[in-house]
């Protein structure tokens, strides 16, 4: 025990060194740090990824829910089986919840009454990013808004700031729910939020998302926005819709009527 | 002076031990949240904010109204609330550990919590939260018991007493208004986004607090033998009076402009608030009786006969708290929830796991506040 023996003056000194250290190093990590979203910010070669649902190719109001499927089984989205505590990163709504602003007793009978698909809509002025305190989710160059579940402390200041009701909170373990886990994505711990990734693992393989691979009547597009691509025809050549846009998120969901 | 929280009466140890009976409640009932995890309350993806927020927002004003006592005592000289200065300092202590708790308990990875630290974030407002609460606590620890022991010691407090008193003036309007931009900030709900947000919170804090305090004083006069002096009472509840009309009136504006614009998503949170929306009326009874509370302790407070009498004064106080406690609690966090974004329309409904981990850290700050005060009563009943 004797070489156990530390003085009172030497456990001060350690103890000031120490809390020295804590003090400092966030301080240091402002000046010095290849931040997590930097170190994973692809490339944007192409500028920023957006998505376009043409609402009348899709043939959900037909029970069709191959896109969701597939992008929760990729995902390893729990099905919890209670409205409370469902987790969603795709699913669909009445054109009413998705465009409130729009509600209007004329719209056009067969839009009115189509269901519409709604994700994270990967805003390029994302108010989950802004409020978030530990900067577990944050926008990525080419637009991508993600998420880190190992920073998340759950305190859903996002989901209140979502004006889309895009994120959900595990209120549970996730993993006894999931019929089927896919290892090539993690699942997630109790007591964090978590959305849609635009399947940005995925397209680091060079994948296009799983939705849109899912669908078969060619409703979703994805790509980047620029001159020449299939998403820029698309929506600079027709009327097009995007989730309250009038808040000034601006959304990167396109909807062609 | 410390050592004065170990000697006290039958009747101190038993509201000690009424105290941490609450305690263990609680801490049991968290151990089952930690356990299981936040699906134990009544919150969802709908309505992701209950009570826990509601009450972190409402101990926040308690914490900030502090200042009504530091302002006069120290920028106007106002002698006669010498005696409970200290007092209003050690119920700000109190009431930002019951704040700081409630982030805490309401967190889904609390272990995570020092993240907040690790990676400051300053466009967040939760951030700037964590930061200023802090300091404030930290600024009414050092006032209230730097005061106390040159009372103590029978010397004239040290000079830089007062410049610290003058930031905590400053600090404490700026933990509410922090406090509010958590929520007037956010495009997304409409119900929130009123810059008359801060202001409200700020006249509900100085409503609320000195009501408890009136409370806590009248308390003390009547079982612990502590006489605040019948003029710091009066004008507390002067100030008390002022405030909650103030608040009722910042209400009513807020009313007007959204009711009288028409907007309709604006329209629809207040509807629910006060008259219920689509055959949801949960939070209707506690909107009315918010409202009945502060108007009749307004009338209460501003006839001079029932606002002199201790009894009706304290009734009055009570009425002012609690309508506070509801108008600024549930009846803020919830309805900025209702409808969603998409328009859903369900109700919230505390759990009992979730009333029972309220109740403990409501014990918790009781507690603090009685080893507090007893310090305080200890030394000035040592100099009688």
Known sequence: MSNMNIDRRSFLKLTALGLVALAAKPALDLISKPSAASALNGPAPGGRLVMVVNLNACTSPDGCIDCIAACHRVHNVPDIGNRKEDIRWLWDVSYDQAFPDQEDRFVAEPLHDRRVLVLCNHCDNPPCVKVCPTQATWRRDDGIVMMDYHRCIGCRYCMAACPYGSRSFNWRDPRPYIKTVDNSYPTRTKGVVEKCNFCQERLAEGLQPACVEACSNGALTFGYLKPGTEVYKLISSQFNLRRKDELGTRPQVYYLP | ?384
């Not at chain 2, 151990?31 to 904010?49: E, F, H, K, N, P």
């Not at chain 2, 502590?226 to 807020?254: C, H, M, W």
């Not at chain 2, 328009?343 to 759990?351: N, V």
């Open chain 2, 1 to 384: 002076m410390i050592e004065n929280i170990l000697k006290g009466g039958k009747k101190y140890w038993l509201l000690i031990s009424g105290l941490l009976l609450f305690m263990a409640a609680g801490l049991a009932a968290y151990l089952q949240q930690w356990d299981i995890g936040l699906a134990v309350t009544g919150l969802s993806r709908d309505i992701s904010w209950g009570l826990y927020i509601a009450n972190f927002t409402f101990f926040v004003g308690v914490a900030a109204s502090a200042v009504m006592l530091v302002i006069p005592y120290y920028l106007h000289n106002t002698k006669e609330f010498r005696r409970i200065l200290i007092l209003g300092e050690f119920m700000a202590v109190a009431a930002c550990l019951v704040a700081i708790t409630f982030i805490l308990v309401d967190l889904g990875q609390p272990a995570r919590v020092f993240n907040i630290i690790l990676y400051p974030s300053p466009g967040s407002i939760i951030f700037w939260d964590v930061v200023v609460l802090t300091v404030y606590l930290l600024l009414n620890i050092v006032l209230g018991w730097v005061a106390l022991d040159a009372e103590y010691k029978e010397v004239d407090p040290p000079t830089w007493l007062k410049p610290l008193a003058i930031v905590s003036i400053v600090w404490a309007v700026s933990i509410h208004t922090v406090t509010a931009f958590i929520y007037a900030g956010l495009a997304a709900r409409l119900f929130w986004l009123t810059a008359l947000l801060a202001p409200r919170f700020l006249a509900s804090a100085f409503a609320s607090g000195p009501a408890l305090l009136i409370l806590l004083a009248l308390a003390m006069k009547k079982w612990g033998g502590f006489d605040p002096g019948n003029q710091s009472l009066d004008r507390l509840a002067k100030i008390v009076a002022y405030a909650i009309i103030i608040t009722v009136f910042f209400l009513l504006l807020e009313i007007f402009t959204v009711f009288y614009s028409q907007v309709p998503e604006a329209m629809a949170h207040f509807q629910y608030l006060l008259f219920g929306l689509d055959g949801h009326y949960s939070l209707v009874p506690w909107t009315w009786a918010s409202i009945l509370l502060a108007c009749t302790a307004i009338v209460m407070l501003v006839v001079p006969a029932s606002r002199q009498n201790r009894s009706t004064l304290a009734l009055a106080c009570a009425a002012v708290f609690i309508a506070i406690w509801i108008d600024k609690g549930l009846g803020l966090v919830i309805p900025g929830f209702i409808p969603s974004p998409l328009g859903a329309i369900s109700e919230y409904t505390p759990t009992l796991i979730e009333i029972l981990i309220t109740t403990g850290v409501w014990a918790m700050g009781g507690l603090v506040l009685t080893l507090l005060f007893k310090v305080v009563l200890a030394v000035r009943q040592g100099k009688q």
